[in-house]
C-alpha cells in the first residue's frame, strides 16, 4: 500500500524535476536562437562583402571566380553553422529529458 507522504514525496519529485526541465530548456533555447541570430549576421555580412566585390569586377572570367568563392565560403559556413545548431539541439533534447530518468524505475522501500 501506498502512504499519502510517499504520494506527495513522488509529486514533488516530478514537480522538481519538470521545472528543473522547463529551466534548463530555457537556457539552451536561448543559446540556439543566439546561434541563429549569429549565422544570420554572418550570412549578411558575407552577402555584402561579395555584392561589393562583384560590383568592382571588370571581366567574366573575374566574375566567375568572385561568384565561386562566395558560393564556396557560403556552402562550408552553412554546414559549419547547421551542426553547431544541430549539436545544440541534440543537447537541448539530452538536458531537457535528464531529470525524467529516474521515473518509471523501481524505488527502493524506506
Known amino acids: 500500500m501506498f502512504k499519502v507522504e510517499e504520494f506527495q514525496n513522488y509529486g514533488k519529485e516530478q514537480f522538481d524535476a519538470a521545472v528543473a526541465s522547463a529551466g534548463t530548456c530555457t537556457k539552451n533555447l536561448q543559446a540556439i536562437a543566439a546561434a541563429y541570430t549569429d549565422y544570420a549576421k554572418k550570412s549578411f555580412e558575407e552577402g555584402s562583402a561579395f555584392l561589393e566585390k562583384l560590383a568592382g569586377?571588370?571581366?567574366?572570367?573575374?566574375?566567375?571566380?568572385?561568384?565561386?568563392?562566395?558560393?564556396?565560403?557560403?556552402?562550408?559556413?552553412?554546414v559549419a553553422e547547421s551542426t553547431k545548431i544541430g549539436d545544440l539541439y541534440k543537447d537541448l533534447a539530452k538536458e531537457t529529458y535528464k531529470p525524467f530518468e529516474t521515473f518509471g524505475k523501481p524505488q527502493k522501500a524506506a
Do not use: G, M
Not at 571581366?59 to 562550408?76: H, M, N, P, W
Open 57 to 78: 569586377v571588370r571581366s567574366l572570367d573575374k566574375v566567375i571566380e568572385v561568384q565561386t568563392d562566395y558560393a564556396r565560403t557560403a556552402y562550408e559556413t552553412f
